[in-house]
């Protein structure tokens, strides 16, 4: 039973567009959510995160946005890059643990 | 410049031999942490250790097992490979933070 869920596995996108990748989750209980961006034989690197205390936090190109009421989170990418390629995951943690639950990611790739 | 190290980033061996992945890191993490991840698949917690003489089973039943008998160091052996082994293998640590939440580049692990 997935507690995140990630529902686009690809997504494809223009240069210079905008890219908004989704994740929803089940459990009320978490808190605080982040997003990795993985490269093939790579390992996932920390990306942007959101409290849930917040509906939004922008880092740059990268902007997250929290719906708690519909336990939606999105990640926005201003403009899309071809370095943007990778696989997005999102994670979610519930209050007082140290493990994130991961989706099962979604492919975007930006065509120059 | 990675602060946590996996070995070897690529392994291909024969089925029922005994294999230990390596992992150090050197920022002083007491939260040690193994991944098994596929392509298209959510990243599955197989074991996890808060410091030293401490390991715990993840959510996903693994045959392998981990030790951690130094802070910087948290080994995974696998004592019999099976082709159903195969997959990648992701270890990270933290120091609680979820910032701090870092991921070594994987081993990808082939059983023939």
């Known amino acids: 039973d997935q507690q995140v869920k990630q529902n686009s596995p690809s997504l494809s996108v223009q240069e210079g567009r905008i890219s908004i990748l989704n994740c929803d989750y089940t459990n009320s209980m978490f808190d605080y959510f982040l997003w990795y961006k993985k490269y093939p034989a790579e390992g996932p690197t920390f990306l942007i995160s959101?409290?849930?205390?917040?509906d939004k936090n922008e880092d740059g190109r990268f902007t997250v946005f929290l719906n708690k009421s519909a336990k939606h989170l999105s990640l926005h990418i201003v403009p899309s890059q071809p370095g943007d390629s990778a696989v997005y995951f999102c994670?979610?943690?519930?209050?007082?643990?140290?493990?994130?639950?991961f989706g099962r990611g979604t492919s975007l790739i930006v065509h120059p | 410049e990675a602060d946590i190290y996996q070995t070897p980033r690529y392994l291909v061996i024969g089925t029922g031999k005994k294999i230990t992945l390596e992992c150090s890191q050197t920022m002083g993490h007491d939260k040690m942490y193994w991944y098994q991840q596929d392509p298209g698949m959510e990243l599955h917690l197989i074991h996890y250790s808060y410091g030293v003489n401490s390991t715990e089973k993840g959510d996903l039943s693994s045959e392998s097992t981990v030790s951690r008998i130094r802070t910087e160091h948290f080994p995974l052996t696998l004592e019999s490979a099976r082709p159903s082994h195969t997959s990648q293998y992701l270890c990270?640590?933290?120091?609680?933070?979820?910032?701090?939440?870092?991921f070594g580049s994987g081993t990808r692990l082939t059983v023939v």
């Open positions: 990270a640590s933290s120091g609680g933070d979820p910032y701090g939440y870092t």
């Open positions: 959101i409290s849930s205390i917040k």
């Open positions: 994670a979610a943690i519930k209050g007082g643990s140290y493990i994130p639950t």
